[in-house]
C-alpha cells in the first residue's frame, strides 16, 4: 500500500503525526530524515515506519510532504531530480518559498502545493493554510484537504497573501504573550501556579468564549473593561507604551524574513 511520507523528521513533522495518530489516522506512514536518532524517536512514540534510504521512501510515497527548514530545500529537491519519472504531487511546508521557485527546482510531472500547518496540530486544535498550484489534480487536493482537516481547521488562500498568513498565525505570539504576562503576574505579587493560571484564563479562555459565541470582539471588550476601572488603566497603558506598534513591527520582521527564505 502506497503512503504519505514526510520528507524530514523535525518539530512539525511529529507535530503532525501526533495529530494523524490522535485522529486515528490509519495509513501508512513513512519518515525519511538524515538522523537515525529523530527517525528512531518518531519511529517509537508513534509507530511511523522509519526510512533513511531516500530512494525507498520515494518509492513508497503516495503523497510527498517536504518538512526541512527552508534553506534545505533546494538541496534535498535537487537530490529527488535525479530520480527519473518521479510523478507525485508533493506538498511543501517551507515557510516563505513560493511554488515558483518549487517548480523551477523540481518542476512537472511533480504537482505542487503549499501548506502552512500550525504545531498545535498535535492536539488535533491546529490550523492549516493551503493553496494549490495548476495540474494539482481535484482528487489529490481533496485527499490533501482531508489529510490536514484531521489535525484541525483548513483555509485555502490565495498564495501572495501566504506570507501574512505565517506571521500572523503562530502560535508563538499566544506563547509569547502568556510568557510576558506570567513574569509580570510575578513581579505584583502573585506565586508561579496563581500567575499561569490567571495568566492562561486571560487569553485562552477569553478568546475561547469569542471564537464559541455570537458576540462581537467590541461588545466583548466593552463587557470587560469598565471605564475607570482596573482593566481600562491596564490596557491604556498598554496602547501608551507602544503595544500595537510592537505587534506591527515584529509582523514586519516576520514577513522580511519569509521574503528572505524565498530568495
Not at 510515497?61 to 518538512?67: E, K, M, Q, R, T
Not at 515557510?95 to 492536539?123: E, I, Q, T
Amino acid at each position: 500500500m502506497k503512503a504519505t511520507v514526510f520528507l524530514g523528521g523535525g518539530r512539525i513533522t511529529s507535530a503532525l503525526v501526533a495529530g494523524l495518530r490522535l485522529a486515528r489516522y490509519r495509513q501508512p506512514i513513512i519518515v525519511h530524515d538524515r538522523h537515525p536518532e529523530k527517525l528512531y524517536e518518531l519511529e517509537r512514540e508513534y509507530g511511523v515506519i522509519a526510512q533513511p534510504d531516500l530512494r525507498r521512501a520515494i518509492d513508497s510515497a503516495a503523497l510527498l510532504i517536504i518538512a526541512v527548514r527552508p534553506q534545505s530545500v533546494r538541496e534535498l529537491l535537487r537530490q529527488l531530480s535525479d530520480f527519473k519519472r518521479l510523478r507525485l504531487p508533493a506538498v511543501s511546508l517551507a515557510a516563505g518559498l513560493p511554488l515558483s521557485k518549487l517548480r523551477a527546482d523540481l518542476g512537472p510531472p511533480v504537482r505542487w502545493a503549499r501548506a502552512m500547518p500550525s504545531p498545535v496540530c498535535r492536539s488535533g486544535r491546529g490550523l492549516t493554510a493551503l493553496t494549490f498550484a495548476r495540474g494539482f489534480t481535484l482528487p489529490e487536493r481533496k485527499k490533501v484537504r482531508a489529510i490536514f482537516s484531521l489535525v484541525g481547521a483548513v483555509l485555502e488562500i490565495p498564495e501572495k497573501q501566504f506570507d501574512a498568513f505565517t506571521v500572523t498565525y503562530s502560535s508563538s505570539h499566544g506563547y509569547h504573550t502568556l510568557g510576558a504576562l506570567i513574569d509580570a503576574a510575578e513581579g505584583i505579587g502573585l506565586d508561579r501556579k496563581t500567575a499561569q493560571l490567571a495568566s492562561a484564563h486571560a487569553l485562552a479562555d477569553g478568546i475561547v468564549a469569542w471564537r464559541e459565541g455570537d458576540a462581537s470582539l467590541e461588545e466583548l471588550s466593552q463587557e470587560a473593561i469598565t471605564p475607570g476601572g482596573v482593566a481600562a488603566a491596564v490596557i491604556d497603558a498598554l496602547d501608551s507604551s507602544g503595544y500595537h506598534r510592537a505587534i506591527t513591527r515584529g509582523l514586519e520582521a516576520g514577513m522580511k524574513q519569509a521574503r528572505k527564505n524565498g530568495r
